[in-house]
């Protein structure tokens, strides 16, 4: 495990990135396969990972995300989208990946009856349901972080941004919502002291 806490320990939210250094292709496409590999409740993978390369789509984003630096200065930008009405049961996306499990038909009509049972009251509420998706893509974006901390990559979290301006400029269709996004780099400046809670604030045995 010293490799994992290495990554955790090397991790932080950089927010200075050098603009000059690139990601090489076969590291960047290591930490595509990590957001693809990752779990997500039922199975649903509801994430769209957006990468944003386009100089004069990150200029018209930055001042949509509080004007922060790492929008333009960070090797690669990912914005991670859901996909809310495929994970709907009853939709062929969400048969499709549970049949995916080559279950026997029994099986697989007891997970559908217990898939429609979860969703409905997230169904009713397009925001319950939002949120249930882009919590899986937050799922997604820490192992993304981690797995690129382990390789020396610098990343930062960005929650910052006006979500109905960011949705209009990707001109993302209704049923998209945009959960977060997450820069990638290397950092310019030395990593700031990293300041947490004891583990006795946090923890409790019952």
Not at 50 to 77: F, G, H, M, Y
Not at 170 to 179: F, I, M, Q, T
Not at 191 to 197: F, K, S, W, Y
Request: hydrophobic fraction near 45%; glycine fraction near 4%.
């Amino acid at each position: 495990m010293t490799g994992f806490m290495d990554a955790m320990h090397f991790r932080h939210a950089c927010k200075t990135f050098d603009s000059r250094r690139a990601i090489p292709k076969e590291t960047f496409d290591t930490l595509l396969e990590i957001i693809r590999l990752s779990p997500s409740s039922f199975g649903m993978e509801p994430w769209r990972a957006l990468v944003i390369r386009t100089p004069e789509l990150r200029a018209a984003l930055k001042p949509l995300c509080w004007n922060q630096n790492q929008i333009i200065d960070a090797s690669e930008l990912i914005i991670f989208t859901t996909d809310n009405d495929a994970v709907k049961s009853g939709t062929a996306y969400s048969r499709t990946m549970f049949e995916r499990r080559n279950l026997p038909a029994k099986a697989l009509d007891s997970y559908l009856d217990v898939y429609q049972a979860f969703m409905a009251p997230k169904e009713a509420d397009p925001k319950l349901l939002e949120n249930w998706t882009a919590k899986q893509c937050y799922i997604a974006a820490a192992n993304l972080m981690t797995g690129a901390a382990s390789m020396g990559i610098d990343s930062c979290p960005i929650e910052g941004f006006d979500a109905d301006g960011v949705t209009r400029l990707l001109n993302l269709p209704g049923h998209r919502s945009v959960a977060l996004m997450v820069a990638l780099g290397y950092r310019a400046h030395v990593q700031t002291p990293r300041t947490r809670l004891d583990r006795d604030a946090i923890v409790q045995f019952l």
